[in-house]
């Protein structure tokens, strides 16, 4: 049997961003932030996700400053930094995940922590300036905050904070939000609010950052 179906990377691309320029309700963003939007959308295949995204005003201008001058990118596992696509960031960017890190479980354990949020502890030698991609974990987005608080931990360039869940995934996001309306000029957000989120949606923010192109990579 066979089927009929586009099979072209770039044409399948351009109809999916077509499709959701059309039923998506995008008047509310930013020439800038719009593609970013679009990406989000395509990664989840929710066009109703635009009535949740929310970004400070300042971070595509920073995200994208920061990556084009090669700053780390710090994600909260693995699938975020698998996900991003290498061939985007022109200056071979380094991705890090401490998840793994040796002894990450068991300064969990004795901290009452979750490993995701200890390893958020391990980024203080990267985070300045950094854009961190947390898809995931709402621990390690609160973690992140409570650094960021106590003056621990160097402030990043831009936060897209997407973690997903039932329990304080929405709480998180709103949290980081609030953070960053109350510190600012520290660092710049870019969040889903609600209970929606996940390593897709924040890839493809991340990666849409990288650079504008629509194009299959």
């Excluded at 586009?6 to 320029?21: H, N």
């Excluded at 996700?49 to 995200?63: F, M, P, Q, T």
Aim: aromatic share 6%.
């Amino acid at each position: 049997m066979s089927y009929s179906y586009t099979s072209s990377g770039d044409d399948i691309y351009a109809e999916s961003f077509r499709i959701i320029r059309k039923e998506a309700d995008l008047s509310r963003f930013s020439p800038a932030l719009e593609p970013i939007a679009v990406r989000m959308i395509h990664g989840c295949g929710q066009t109703d996700l635009a009535h949740d995204i929310e970004a400070s005003e300042g971070c595509v201008e920073a995200a994208r400053r920061a990556l084009q001058i090669g700053a780390p990118v710090l994600c909260d596992v693995s699938m975020v930094a698998t996900g991003i696509t290498r061939r985007r960031l022109s200056h071979n960017n380094p991705i890090i995940c401490t998840l793994h890190e040796s002894g990450i479980r068991d300064a969990a354990a004795a901290h009452g922590l979750t490993r995701c949020a200890q390893a958020v502890d391990m980024w203080a030698p990267y985070s300045d300036g950094a854009v961190v991609a947390i898809g995931n974990a709402p621990t390690a987005l609160y973690r992140l905050l409570e650094l960021l608080d106590d003056e621990k931990i160097p402030d990043p360039a831009a936060i897209i904070g997407i973690p997903v869940g039932f329990v304080g995934a929405a709480e998180s996001k709103q949290a980081l939000a609030d953070w960053c309306a109350s510190h600012p000029g520290r660092t710049e957000y870019l969040t889903v609010h609600g209970r929606r989120g996940g390593s897709a949606i924040v890839v493809s923010a991340l990666n849409a950052l990288a650079t504008p192109s629509e194009k299959a990579f």
